[in-house]
């Protein structure tokens, strides 16, 4: 199985900073990568998929790039809606283990 | 608009069976590679297995935390998938989801709640 790492595992921010989380493939997916936003009690929302399509509904200040191992999700200015908990996910259905983004 | 909805979540005890159930709508069911994940109360999402579509052999993958107490299989006349557990332990309780990426991104339904409790 390809598994993915995510980091960093916490990260803490103020509203208004540009945010970037890394996700690692063990192996080459090409763009195969979707990012989701989770809130506690909540199922996941997805934000990102194809490494870059911004999925309808989701706010422009989130972002997708990267192919073969390597993505990031950006959040260009972090919005008080926006504390929660991020996952990848590859084809294989195979998830990062979660970055948690706290109010600093 | 393609649509998932699962059922057949409660309480098990421990050692016990259950089967989930998701009715699948708004795409071709029979050729859609479909997978089941879960999320334990408090932890991450988990991939649990998935069915390849009929057109692909239809074959069917666990995760290695489930595998030889798992089953997954669809039924095409009625547009559902199945996960059968058996041997159900603690570890099991947790919010199962059916999913698909059939029409090129990611499809989620609502998910259903396993306890496995005594």
């Known amino acids: 199985d390809i598994q993915m790492t995510q980091s960093p595992s916490t990260l803490s921010a103020s509203v208004g900073d540009r945010v970037t989380i890394t996700c690692r493939a063990t192996?080459?997916?090409?763009?195969?990568l979707a990012w989701y936003q989770q809130k506690p009690g909540k199922a996941p929302k997805l934000l990102i998929y194809?490494?870059?399509s911004l999925e309808s509904g989701v706010p422009s200040r989130f972002s997708g790039s990267g192919s073969g191992t390597e993505f990031t999700l950006t959040i260009s200015s972090l919005q008080p809606d926006d504390f929660a908990t991020y996952y990848c996910?590859?084809?294989?259905?195979?998830f990062g283990h979660g970055t948690k983004v706290e109010i600093k | 608009e393609v649509h998932l909805v699962e059922s057949g979540g409660g309480l098990v005890e421990p050692g016990g069976s259950l089967r989930l159930s998701c009715a699948a709508s708004g795409f071709v069911f029979s050729d859609a590679w479909m997978s089941w994940v879960r999320q334990a109360p408090g932890k991450g999402l988990e991939w649990v297995g998935r069915?390849?579509?009929?057109?692909?052999?239809?074959?069917?993958h666990y995760a290695a935390p489930v595998r030889g107490r798992s089953t997954i299989s669809r039924d095409t006349s009625q547009n559902t998938l199945y996960l059968e557990m058996n041997s159900l332990k603690s570890e099991d309780t947790a919010v199962y989801y059916c999913t698909t990426d059939v029409t090129g991104s990611p499809i989620w339904g609502q998910g259903t709640m396993v306890t496995v409790s005594s």
């Open positions: 192996e080459n997916i090409s763009k195969w």
């Open positions: 069915i390849e579509g009929k057109s692909d052999g239809g074959a069917t």
């Open positions: 194809k490494a870059s």
């Open positions: 996910q590859n084809q294989e259905w195979q």
